[in-house]
T-cell receptor
Framework: DAGITQSPRHKVTETGTPVTLRCHQTENHRYMYWYRQDPGHGLRLIHYSYGVKDTDKGEVSDGYSVSRSKTEDFLLTLESATSSQTSVYFC??????????????FGPGTRLTVL | QQQVKQSPQSLIVQKGGISIINCAYENTAFDYFPWYQQFPGKGPALLIAIRPDVSEKKEGRFTISFNKSAKQFSLHIMDSQPGDSATYFCAASMLTGGGNKLTFGTGTQLKVEL
């Protein structure tokens, strides 16, 4: 699992409430990513980070914000959750210490349901 | 816009048979093509990956075939086993610049029957 943990693993919330998901890594990787997985869409990139306080948008960033105040933690925030954000959220790291391919490894996921 | 198109959506193969999953991409700047395997309730796990400077890469029973001119790549699973039953995703990215953001296909649910 490349030393990646996600919390919470499951969450049910109501429309309009703020939600923060946490990704924690223990191996000092520079790059971290947030994806969402939905049937028929595969995985889609929400935001990614290339260092502390350095983040950029992905394909489906609307309605999401991220923060990275230290190397090991990458937070994903839904400021005001909507039902369309019901999904499974995966965090990933880019293993720049491996071979030249810079593989990405994924965490176990967080299942979020917005009622 | 789906930049990586994957087919078929689902696949049933007999034990010992060959499973073939195909992907096509549009962005010629992509230079890294991984395949991921995902079991229910788990995160995707990297299975095998290829760069476009080679036409084929084999790791055990898993082979990627790559056709740069056609902008297509495929995963072959030889001697398919029931334990291979999972969802498979192809993906593509640019290794330099752009943060190695992965663009995924929509997935193929593989079932290997006894």
């Amino acid at each position: 699992d490349a030393g990646i943990t996600q919390s919470p693993r499951h969450k049910v919330t109501e429309t309009g409430t703020p939600v923060t998901l946490r990704c924690h890594q223990t191996e000092n990787h520079r790059y971290m990513y947030w994806y969402r997985q939905d049937p028929g869409h595969g995985l889609r990139l929400i935001h990614y980070s290339y260092g502390v306080k350095d983040t950029d948008k992905g394909e489906v960033s609307d309605g999401y914000s991220v923060s990275r105040s230290k190397t090991e933690d990458f937070l994903l925030t839904l400021e005001s959750a909507t039902s369309s954000q019901t999904s499974v959220y995966f965090c990933a790291i880019r293993d720049s210490k491996s071979s030249s391919y810079n593989e990405q490894f994924f965490g176990p996921g967080t299942r979020l349901t917005v009622l | 816009q789906q930049q990586v198109k994957q087919s078929p959506q689902s696949l049933i193969v007999q034990k010992g048979g060959i499973s073939i999953i195909n992907c096509a991409y549009e962005n010629t700047a992509f230079d890294y093509f991984p395949w991921y395997q995902q079991f229910p309730g788990k995160g995707p796990a990297l299975l095998i990956a290829i760069r476009p400077d080679v036409s084929e890469k084999k790791e055990g029973r898993f082979t990627i075939s790559f056709n740069k001119s056609a902008k297509q790549f495929s995963l072959h699973i030889m001697d398919s086993q029931p334990g291979d039953s999972a969802t498979y995703f192809c993906a593509a990215s640019m290794l330099t610049g752009g943060g190695n953001k992965l663009t995924f296909g929509t997935g193929t649910q593989l079932k290997v029957e006894l």
